[in-house]
C-alpha cells in the first residue's frame, strides 16, 4: 500500500497527462529517440523535457538505454492509436483532460455541493462541451463502445419496434443495437453538432435510422416503442434528471416505456466517478435503487432493472 505522500502526488499524474498531450509516444512508437531529438519533435525545453522523461522512466512508462528512450508495455496505451482511447482521455487539452484538471478544486466542490469546473475556465461543462464538440463525441462514443455489447444483451430492444437514445452522443450505442436487432428502428436525440455526428454514423442504415436536434429539457419526439437513456441522469443533479425524465414521459405517453442506462451494478457505485461526475458538471453517481427512486419521483412505474456485465437497465413505464 502506497503512503499517504505518495498517494497525494500530483507529480505522476501530470507527468502522464504531460506526455500525452506532447504525444510522446506516438513519437517514441516509431523509434526510440534522444532528450534532444524528442524536444525539437515536440517544441518543449530540452532541459525540462528530459526532467519529465526521467520521471516517466522512473515510474516504468519508458526505458533509457544509453541517451535513448523508448516505451515500455506500461507506456503504450499513450499511443493515439491504441484502442483504449487513453491518448486523448488523459491529454488536458481535452474535454475529459479539460474536467478532470478542475479536480484542484475539488475542496469547492465539497463545501458547496456544486461543479468546480465553472470555477477554473469561467464557463460551464457543457458550453465547451458544445464549442469542442467533435472532441467530446468522440471520447464519449469510444466510453460507451467498450458497453454497448453488455448493453445490447440486457434486453429483447428489438421488441419495443423503435427506440429513441435520448442524449444518445455519436450514435455509437444505437448503432451497435441496430447490428444486433435487424427489426430494430432508432433515432438518436442529442445537441445540434452532436445530432449532425450521428446522422452521418447511421447513414448506412437508411431509413432505418435517423438523428434529431434539441433539448431533453424542452421536447423529445413523441410516441416511440421505449426511450433510452445511457449515462445521462449521472451527468445532473435530482432536479435537472427529474425534469429530463419528465420531458421524456411527456414524449412516450401513457404505457409509454423508458430504460435508465447506468454503469453500475447494485447499489455500490464508482468512488472516482462520483467525484469527477460532481467537480465537472454537478453529476452524480447513483446505484440502481437509488435510480429507480429517482424515475418514480418523477412519475414512472419502476418496472425492472436487467444487468448484464457492468452495466445497469432500469426499466420504468408511464401510467
Ligand atoms: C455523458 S454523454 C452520454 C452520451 C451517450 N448516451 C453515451 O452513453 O455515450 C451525455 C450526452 O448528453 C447530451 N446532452 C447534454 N445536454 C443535452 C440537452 N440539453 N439535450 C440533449 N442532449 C444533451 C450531450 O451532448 C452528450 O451526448
Redesign the pocket.
Known amino acids: 500500500m502506497p503512503g499517504i505522500w505518495e498517494l497525494a502526488d500530483l507529480i505522476t499524474p501530470m507527468a502522464i497527462r504531460t506526455a500525452a498531450h506532447l504525444r510522446l509516444a506516438d513519437h517514441l512508437a516509431k523509434a526510440p529517440r534522444a532528450a534532444s531529438d524528442l524536444a525539437e519533435l515536440t517544441a518543449t525545453d530540452e532541459d525540462a523535457l528530459t526532467r519529465l522523461l526521467a520521471h516517466l522512466v522512473h515510474i516504468g512508462v519508458l526505458e533509457r538505454s544509453g541517451d535513448r528512450y523508448h516505451l515500455t508495455d506500461l507506456g503504450d496505451p499513450l499511443r493515439d492509436d491504441h484502442p483504449d482511447g487513453f491518448r486523448a482521455f488523459a491529454d488536458p487539452a481535452s474535454m475529459i483532460g479539460r474536467g478532470d484538471l478542475a479536480l484542484i478544486h475539488l475542496p469547492h466542490s465539497v463545501k458547496t455541493g456544486e461543479a468546480a469546473y465553472p470555477r477554473l475556465y469561467g464557463a460551464d461543462f457543457?458550453a465547451d462541451?458544445?464549442a469542442q464538440?467533435a472532441d467530446?463525441?468522440h471520447q464519449?462514443?469510444l466510453?460507451?463502445s467498450a458497453?454497448a455489447p453488455d448493453i445490447a444483451d440486457a434486453f429483447d430492444w428489438g421488441s419495443l419496434g423503435h427506440v429513441v437514445?435520448?442524449?444518445?452522443?455519436?450514435g455509437?450505442?444505437l448503432e451497435v443495437l441496430l447490428d444486433r436487432f435487424p427489426e430494430l428502428t432508432g433515432q438518436v436525440?442529442?445537441?445540434p453538432?452532436?445530432a449532425a455526428t450521428a446522422a452521418r454514423r447511421l447513414e448506412r442504415f437508411g431509413p432505418r435510422a435517423s438523428a434529431v436536434?434539441?433539448?431533453?429539457?424542452?421536447k423529445v419526439p413523441a410516441k416511440a416503442g421505449g426511450y433510452?437513456?445511457?449515462?445521462?441522469v449521472?451527468?445532473w443533479d435530482e432536479p435537472k434528471s427529474i425534469a429530463?425524465l419528465r420531458t421524456v414521459a411527456e414524449a412516450a405517453g401513457p404505457g409509454g416505456r423508458v430504460f435508465v442506462?447506468e454503469k453500475v451494478t447494485g447499489d455500490q457505485v464508482g468512488t472516482r466517478m462520483n467525484l469527477r461526475i460532481l467537480v465537472y458538471m454537478t453529476g452524480k453517481e447513483r446505484g440502481v435503487t437509488e435510480l429507480a427512486a429517482l424515475g418514480t419521483t418523477a412519475g414512472l412505474d419502476h418496472v425492472a432493472t436487467h444487468a448484464s456485465g457492468s452495466m445497469s437497465v432500469v426499466e420504468f413505464r408511464v401510467p
Not at 436536434?213 to 424542452?218: C, D, I, L, P
Not at 433510452?228 to 445521462?232: G, V
Open positions: 457543457w462541451a458544445r464538440a467530446y463525441d464519449m462514443g466510453d460507451v458497453d437514445d435520448v442524449g444518445g452522443g455519436d455509437t450505442l436525440f442529442d445537441q453538432a452532436t436536434a434539441g433539448s431533453f429539457f424542452e433510452l437513456l445511457t449515462a445521462i449521472h451527468d429530463i442506462i
